[in-house]
């Protein structure tokens, strides 16, 4: 980076908080230009960066006048709450939760696919959901092979999408069975050591939850598309860190293997691992702390000559949020499209 924006992270000490930070100091991103926020219960922490201590403020919709670039990972009444004062200030706002993101005037931008979006923002921009980004960067490119009639994906998806909380809840649990006690459970609604739950977020009234809502209704609009055929399954599993999908792609042509291999390995943000014979492919453990996304198991749809089944890993935490939310603010860097900078 050239020029550093002002910015300030709310949500500074949790999951997504915590990589923010260590993504710019791998982008060398100066001290004095990062301000640290949280909730009351914070205020006065201080967290480690290069040989500094930042300090941690509360947030409050007076704490953004000197910033260009606010980002917001908290819950969504945080988002709700601060973000228009934060616009009124003049910074721009990128926000990782779900407050805004199905918003008109609000870009949902992965800027590998949908970058020009920022160009239209109002003050706030959202990042997709952690499961919504990987998928919609493989189908962006998949489209360019044949048009596709249908997409269906099953989520296998870490505890830290569900924040810092669930981490230890898995990690408690965990030793509780191995030392053969009862175990607690207060993020999930059932015991998710050695188990899995098929259930991410809340149940709507036909039968999906909110994450699945939000995956389908996320990729049609970034991909532009809101006539897209598109079903999804959303399962927590115990994994701490990346999330997994099993895809599976309808085109309306047939489409060859050695396209879709050359098309993913000229793509901005994937790599493939894709040697079965070898049991070479993606898995969370690998991919952990890495920025692309992975992709592997590429084969023809058994039952369908015109389809694909492949697996993708992404780290929820980089690509999936805090990585994502600051490629964004490049873009908006170079679209120049950041208030007062
Ligand atoms: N985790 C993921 O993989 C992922 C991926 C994409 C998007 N997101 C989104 O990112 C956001 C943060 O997720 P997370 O996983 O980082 O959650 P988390 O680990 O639970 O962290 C929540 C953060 O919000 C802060 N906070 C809580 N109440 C606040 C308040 N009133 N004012 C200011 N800050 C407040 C907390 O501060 P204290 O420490 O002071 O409580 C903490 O820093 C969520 O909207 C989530 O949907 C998460």
């Known amino acids: 980076m050239e020029s550093y924006p002002s910015i300030s992270i709310v949500g500074a000490t949790g999951a ?10 791998e982008k060398n991103y100066p001290h004095e230009k990062i301000k640290l926020f949280a909730s009351k219960r914070s205020e006065g922490k201080k967290i480690k960066y290069f040989d500094q201590e930042l300090l941690v403020h509360e947030a409050t919709k007076s704490s953004f006048h000197n910033s260009n ?5 908290a819950d969504s009444s945080v988002s709700l ?3 228009p004062s934060a616009v009124d200030s003049g910074a721009l706002v990128i926000d990782d939760g779900s407050a805004f993101r199905m ?3 609000v870009p ?10 920022i160009n239209y923002h109002k003050g706030i921009i959202s990042i997709p959901n952690c499961t919504t980004t990987p ?3 493989a189908i962006h490119n998949l489209k360019k092979l044949s048009p596709i009639k249908r997409i269906q994906s099953t989520t296998y998806q870490a505890v830290s999408g569900s924040g810092s909380l669930a981490v230890t809840e898995l990690q408690s649990q965990t030793e509780q069975i191995i030392n053969n006690e009862k175990i607690t459970m207060s993020v999930y609604p059932h015991q998710i050591a050695f188990s899995l ?4 977020d809340d149940f709507m009234s036909d039968g999906y939850t909110k994450e699945e809502h939000k995956m389908i209704n996320e990729t049609k609009k970034i991909l532009h598309d809101k006539d897209l055929n598109i079903s999804a399954t959303c399962v927590r599993v115990p994994v701490f860190y990346c999330h997994s999908e099993a895809i599976s792609v309808d085109f309306e042509d047939e489409v060859d293997l050695n396209s879709v291999i050359s098309t993913f390995k000229n793509s901005q943000g994937i790599k493939i691992i894709n040697d079965g014979q070898n049991e070479d492919y993606p898995t969370p453990s690998f991919v952990q702390g890495k920025d692309d996304i992975y992709i592997g198991r590429i084969r023809k749809d058994s039952s369908n000559r015109k389809g694909l089944n492949f697996w993708i890993v992404s780290d929820n935490l980089r690509k999936g949020a805090a990585l994502n939310a600051i490629q964004i603010m490049e873009s908006a ?4 499209k950041i208030p007062n900078f």
Not at 16 to 25: P, R, Y
């Open 135 to 137: 998928l919609v960067m």
């Open 108 to 117: 949902l931008v992965v800027p590998e696919v949908n970058e020009e979006d």
């Open 197 to 200: 739950i098929p259930q991410v």
């Open 103 to 105: 918003k008109e005037d």
């Open 16 to 25: 997504v908080g915590k990589i923010c930070l260590e993504i710019l100091k």
């Open 81 to 83: 709450d601060l973000a």
């Open 69 to 73: 670039v606010v980002f917001i990972s």
């Open 333 to 336: 860097i170079n679209l120049k």
